[in-house]
């Protein structure tokens, strides 16, 4: 069953912590993505990456680290310097030029 | 900087009626066109895609473009309550091949 998993599915951050988020996707897609949306906004882009071992800013990457070790995989990790990181993390992946959505993580800090 | 608009709404539509939402972007230059739904607390999924002036159709549901004007719409036939959603346009540009520009969304409401 192909598809892009996230977990956790909720995440509480205490102030001054990092979280990483999981991202796995089984598409054989090679572009990879991470969107940020806060209440009522679109989609914002943090990080994305094409291929393998790399990966490029986003509109709002500060206070965010990706990786991308593994085609299948692309976590993202919310730093301490992510000053307002509550928000939907969405991750995608990109087939011929239509991106898919995995169900995505909510993330609070408490 | 390249932007994609759409009415937030919300857009309230009768059940059984046509519900047409609408898209406008700046990048003359872009070429391909998307429609996601996303449901309150739930992902995006996609909808349709266009990449050619005109209408394409698929079930109840039109994509039209028309690239001189520069907008997009999609427009929902035989409008049901679970069709209530938000409508997210996205758009892929010419120099930016990997990358694209989402607008805000548009509410629709399907009303009983």
């Known amino acids: 069953d192909g598809g892009i998993t996230q977990s956790p599915k909720y995440l509480f951050r205490k102030e001054g912590q990092n979280v990483t988020l999981s991202c796995e996707q089984n598409?054989?897609?090679?572009?990879m993505y991470w969107y940020r949306q806060d209440p009522g906004q679109g989609l914002r882009l943090i990080y994305y990456s094409q291929i393998v071992n790399d990966f490029q800013k986003g509109d709002i990457a500060e206070g965010y680290s990706v990786s991308r070790e593994k085609k299948e995989s692309f976590p993202l990790t919310v730093t301490s310097a992510q000053k307002n990181p509550t928000a939907f993390y969405l991750c995608?992946?990109?087939?011929?030029?239509?991106?898919?959505f995995g169900p995505g993580t909510r993330l609070t800090v408490l | 900087q390249k932007e994609v608009e759409q009415n937030s709404g919300p857009l309230s539509v009768p059940e059984g009626a046509i519900a047409s939402l609408n898209c406008t972007y700046s990048?003359?230059?872009?070429?391909?066109f998307f429609w996601y739904r996303q449901y309150s607390g739930k992902s995006p999924e996609l909808i349709m895609f266009?990449?050619s002036n005109g209408d394409k159709e698929d079930g109840r549901f039109t994509a039209q473009l028309n690239k001189a004007s520069q907008y997009v719409s999609l427009l929902i036939r035989d409008s049901q309550p679970s069709d209530s959603a938000t409508y997210l346009c996205a758009v892929k540009g010419w120099v930016s091949n990997y990358q694209l520009i989402w607008g805000a969304g548009t509410k629709l409401i399907i009303k009983p």
């Open positions: 266009i990449y």
């Open positions: 995608a992946s990109r087939g011929l030029d239509e991106q898919f």
């Open positions: 598409l054989n897609h090679d572009a």
């Open positions: 990048d003359r230059g872009s070429q391909s």
